[in-house]
T-cell receptor, first 111, second 113 residues
Framework: QKEVEQNSGPLSVPEGAIASLNCTYSDRGSQSFFWYRQYSGKSPELIMSIYSNGDKEDGRFTAQLNKASQYVSLLIRDSQPSDSATYLCAVSTSSARQLTFGSGTQLTVLP | DVKVTQSSRYLVKRTGEKVFLECVQDMDHENMFWYRQDPGLGLRLIYFSYDVKMKEKGDIPEGYSVSREKKERFSLILESASTNQTSMYLC????????????FGPGTRLTVL
């Protein structure tokens, strides 16, 4: 079992819809969770980080964390074609200096 | 803003050559990382360093070595390049610890012929 799992997609949503991206992790000691966006041919850039159970909102993006169920999700409201990218989930335990990345979900927002 | 730079965007080398990939960060970060990214396999950690002259193996260190002589600079070395090391190489840095955001450089697309 992979430590961090994401649906590889591709996930397609129409413009203006809500895109929902999910990530599960296996290490119950995980403390820090990150969502990165990666455009084709570019390097990953941080969208959001979340450390506590519940929701965290930033503009059109909402991260949701449920440690009991070991999943973290990213919702993108009012999706735009410019949101089309691969979204990477990354997880770290409190004792680890490094992150473990999922393989990413490719999102396409159709105009 | 954090800036992480990598010495080359594209690199073409021959099998058996020694290859150096350089990474520099300008934010006095403690930690630096080297990943490779391949389609379908995601980001895989090769090596990381949490202090000058300190290094730890990641998930796929075979065929690679690293050097960190100064805090801002972290080098990845392919002692004898092979075709299966053709990949996108990404450098990242973070202030300290796994709880901190990692900031990525633009990447180096390495092709080994």
């Amino acid at each position: 079992q992979k430590e961090v799992e994401q649906n590889s997609g591709p996930l397609s949503v129409p413009e203006g819809a809500i895109a929902s991206l999910n990530c599960t992790y296996s290490d119950r000691g995980s403390q820090s969770f990150f969502w990165y966006r990666q455009y084709s041919g570019k390097s990953p850039e941080l969208i959001m980080s979340i450390y506590s159970n519940g929701d965290k909102e930033d503009g059109r993006f909402t991260a949701q964390l449920n440690k009991a169920s070991q999943y973290v999700s990213l919702l993108i409201r009012d999706s735009q074609p410019s949101d089309s990218a691969t979204y990477l989930c990354a997880v770290s335990t409190s004792s680890a200096r490094q992150l473990t990345f999922g393989s990413g979900t490719q999102l396409t927002v159709l105009p | 803003d954090v800036k992480v730079t990598q010495s080359s965007r594209y690199l073409v080398k021959r099998t058996g050559e020694k290859v150096f990939l350089e990474c520099v960060q300008d934010m006095d970060h403690e930690n630096m990382f080297w990943y490779r990214q391949d389609p379908g396999l995601g980001l895989r950690l090769i090596y990381f360093s949490y202090d000058v002259k300190m290094k730890e193996k990641g998930d796929i260190p075979e065929g690679y070595s690293v050097s960190r002589e100064k805090k801002e600079r972290f080098s990845l070395i392919l002692e004898s390049a092979s075709t299966n090391q053709t990949s996108m190489y990404l450098c990242a840095s973070s202030l300290a610890g796994g709880a901190d955001t990692q900031y990525f450089g633009p990447g180096t697309r390495l092709t080994v012929l």
